[in-house]
């Protein structure tokens, strides 16, 4: 019994009150008529789709699946493909994509939330037009005049779907491994030859045609990541007025039977000679291939804080509901034969975490939906130089970090249920299965831990991260005046400094045991996390505390931002100092055992 509704209050929370998007979108050129009126219609409509259409086919997908047919074709659960249709007749998958491709135009900051409602509501449908977007980023951005003119509106439009091909069964992050082939035939088209797995959407029938972006290997490409190039390869092959062709030689050899996200259709994809069309340059495809991944992190961390808004949701329900046990400071529920166990604290523990991941996890993401506005909007070089950098610091947080406490507060909002939680009645079972992927595919937290510690900030000597510290530290200075959040400020500026000087000594004993970079790096990522979720909190409860000075009909509302920053600083910030302790005992714990003495 999976229900969702939309948390259009916290969405409007952080986009007005906290973020200020409409004065953000005065000063983005074409942008101006966005207002925030025009965002509460969007975001009502969006709603009434996520909740009606969307939100009830999860179940649905879990227990059914996609079903493989004897020529490979694949069939998505039932309702999933009139739900697609009636998102492409809606206009959804256009409505930040450019106008030039017959896109509506809008800022990625207000497509985002359409996204975390569908997500939210319904993961494993999501997810088909979800990864559109990477495909129409990487053409846009590193397609030819061609390419473009033949795939962008299709996808725009949402009639075709876009998938990542990059994992082989031998190479799972290390691509410098692949062995897909590519040879140019004479008509200037190259033949891909290989065997692709886990692509999401890799084959399905909600749309009329698939676009597969692969990285492959060209025959006289030097080894190692530098050999890698890019490739569209389409289902079917377009014919020159833009129509269907005749079909591609890509199948699907298998269904991946999964832990998870069962309405998807995970593939093993089979190229057999079939037709591609290279993306820009030879042997630069992994660079390209980033435009990509990077998208897709992002929307991995939504994924992140789907998982906790629905854990939340679900688990406070049956909280309020559930009655069990007396209240240890006096009956609760006098006129009941038990208390309902949000009264206990444990739940409410369990409760409050949930909804601090969730609230301050959307504050953090939209914040980096802004930047996104600014780098492809922006006619200000230096905005639009700090927002990519601002951006591409945050990602790996965005990823790692999201998803990993959506995966917790899964697990806490099944905990909530008790044994109930485990069959599959609730959908909190199925909560946590879904969400456990997102800690793995678009690389693992490992993964992003080294990218954000070893590339982006000891790989720049520190200066990526010196904007970030520098804001915080600014947003403590700015806000100071209000004596409330001083505590809060004083922790934020202590946990500033440690992260510049904690990142100094990984650098020094780094330059000494280069383990010492991977030994720390997951860590790492994990304080930035909790640092950065402290700075979303103290935010919000600045914006908060001015509301209800200003006077509100929603006290309620503005007080439980409040209290729930202060539960994150009393209950949650503090696993920073744990943090702090175990990086500090750098490589020597990890690497000392001979692996010949792992014994079991």
């Known amino acids: 019994m999976t229900t969702y509704k939309a948390p ?3 969405m409007q929370f952080v986009m007005r009150d906290l973020l200020n998007f409409d004065k953000h979108y005065q000063s983005l050129p074409a942008c101006e008529e966005v207002n925030q009126e025009l965002i509460d219609v969007i975001l009502g409509e969006a709603s009434k789709f996520s909740e009606e259409v969307v939100a009830p086919l999860n179940a649905i997908g879990d227990e059914a699946g996609c079903r493989m047919l004897d020529d490979g074709e694949v069939k998505t659960p039932p309702g999933f493909k009139e739900a697609y249709q009636q998102y492409v007749d809606g ?8 106008a030039r491709y017959g896109g509506q135009d809008l800022p990625m900051s207000i497509g985002l939330p359409i996204r975390e409602m569908n997500g939210t509501a319904n993961w494993s449908w999501a997810m088909y037009p979800g990864l559109s977007h990477g495909a129409m980023e990487t053409i846009d951005e590193h397609g030819s005049e061609e390419q473009k003119a033949i795939f962008m509106e299709p996808l725009v439009s949402g009639r075709w779907t876009g998938t990542m091909c990059l994992t082989e069964a031998h190479c799972g992050t290390d691509l410098g491994l692949l062995r897909t082939r590519a040879e140019q035939a004479a008509d200037g088209t190259y033949r891909i030859t290989g065997s692709k797995l886990f692509v999401s959407s890799g084959e399905h029938d909600m749309a009329e045609n698939i676009v597969h972006i692969v990285l492959a290997r060209l025959p006289d490409a030097p080894p190692g990541t530098k050999g890698i190039s890019l490739f569209i390869v389409p289902k079917f092959i377009p014919n020159e007025d833009g129509s ?6 890509v199948k699907c050899g ?3 039977s999964k832990m998870g996200i069962h309405g998807n259709s995970t593939c093993e994809l089979n190229f057999d000679s079939a037709t591609g069309y290279l993306v820009g340059e030879e042997n630069k495809g992994l660079s390209y291939m980033f435009t990509f991944m990077n998208f897709a992190r992002i929307g991995t961390g939504l994924q992140g804080l789907a998982h906790s808004e629905l854990a939340f949701q679900q688990s406070l329900a049956y909280a309020r509901d559930r009655l069990q046990m007396r209240s240890l400071s006096g009956p609760k529920n006098p006129d009941g034969p ?7 604290p444990d739940v409410r523990r369990m409760l409050l975490t949930q909804k601090a991941f969730a609230e301050g996890g959307r504050a953090l993401i939209y914040f980096a939906s802004a930047q996104g506005d600014i780098l492809t909007k922006s006619d200000d070089p230096e905005a639009r ?3 990519n950098h601002v951006l591409s610091f945050l990602t790996p947080i965005i990823k790692a970090f999201l998803t990993e406490t959506g995966f917790e507060a899964a697990n806490l909002g099944l905990q909530c249920f008790g044994g109930h939680g485990y069959i599959n009645e609730w959908g909190a079972e199925q909560n946590v299965r879904d969400a456990r992927i997102s800690m793995l595919y678009e690389g693992t937290t490992g993964i992003q831990a080294l990218d954000l510690l070893g590339r982006k900030v000891l790989g720049t000597r520190g200066k990526a991260l010196a904007p970030v510290t520098s804001f915080i530290l600014d947003f403590c200075k700015r806000s100071r005046r209000r004596k409330e959040l001083r505590p809060y400020l004083k922790t934020l500026m202590r946990l500033t400094k440690q992260w510049k000087s904690l990142t100094r000594k990984i650098g020094f004993a780094a330059m000494r045991n280069r383990d010492a970079v991977g030994a720390a790096s997951v860590d790492y990522i994990m304080f930035s996390g909790y640092v950065l979720l402290g700075v979303a909190w103290a935010a919000s409860a600045r914006a908060a505390y001015k509301r209800l000075e200003e006077g509100t009909k929603e006290e309620a509302f503005y007080r439980a931002k409040i209290q729930t920053a202060e539960f994150y600083f009393a209950k949650i910030l503090p696993r920073t100092t744990a943090l702090l302790e175990t990086i500090s005992t750098g490589p020597d714990p990890l690497m000392k055992l001979d692996e010949n003495e792992f014994m079991f």
């Open 338 to 344: 038990a208390d309902p166990i949000i009264v206990h």
């Open 244 to 249: 269907i062709g005749e079909r591609n030689r």
């Open 254 to 256: 298998a269904l991946e």
């Open 385 to 387: 130089e700090l927002a």
């Open 8 to 10: 259009l209050r916290d």
């Open 91 to 98: 206009g959804w998958p256009s409505l930040d994509q450019p």
